[in-house]
């Protein structure tokens, strides 16, 4: 019913940037963004539905949520990149409700690798 397809991962320097993208087909109340780093459980980033956003402390301040609905994209950009973001993202889509919570959610993309080295 949903579909999710994430890009824009890569190798950075501490301190840079990235844009992850995450294209969407079907019907989607919540959309959020998650990582998983090894030896870790999987984090919650941001998320976003149709009047507001939740976030994680641990990013708050340097990453954004976005949506343009006009290209059925969902967008984490990433700013001051540390070594301790290094983690495989996936965009997730929810049909009912909105949370951090990774179990709530139906649908999941393949996942883009994120690297930050010193």
């Given at each position: 019913?949903?579909?999710?397809?994430?890009?824009?991962?890569?190798?950075?320097?501490?301190?840079g940037?990235?844009?992850?993208?995450?294209v969407?087909?079907?019907?989607?109340?919540?959309?959020?963004?998650?990582?998983?780093?090894?030896?870790?459980?999987?984090?919650?980033?941001?998320?976003?539905?149709?009047?507001?956003?939740?976030?994680?402390?641990?990013?708050?301040?340097?990453?954004?949520?976005?949506?343009?609905?006009?290209?059925?994209?969902?967008?984490?950009?990433?700013?001051?990149?540390?070594?301790?973001?290094?983690?495989?993202?996936?965009?997730?889509?929810?049909?009912?409700?909105?949370?951090?919570?990774?179990?709530?959610?139906?649908y999941?993309?393949?996942?883009?690798?994120?690297?930050?080295?010193?």
């Amino acid at each position: 019913q949903v579909q999710l397809v994430e890009s824009g991962g890569g190798s950075v320097q501490a301190g840079g940037s990235l844009r992850l993208s995450c294209v969407v087909s079907g019907y989607t109340y919540c959309m959020g963004w998650f990582r998983h780093a090894p030896g870790k459980e999987r984090e919650g980033v941001e998320a976003i539905d149709t009047v507001g956003g939740f976030y994680a402390d641990s990013v708050k301040g340097r990453f954004t949520i976005s949506q343009d609905n006009a290209k059925n994209t969902l967008y984490l950009q990433m700013n001051s990149l540390k070594p301790e973001d290094t983690a495989m993202y996936y965009c997730a889509a929810d049909q009912r409700r909105c949370s951090l919570t990774a179990y709530n959610y139906d649908y999941w993309g393949q996942g883009t690798q994120v690297t930050v080295s010193s």
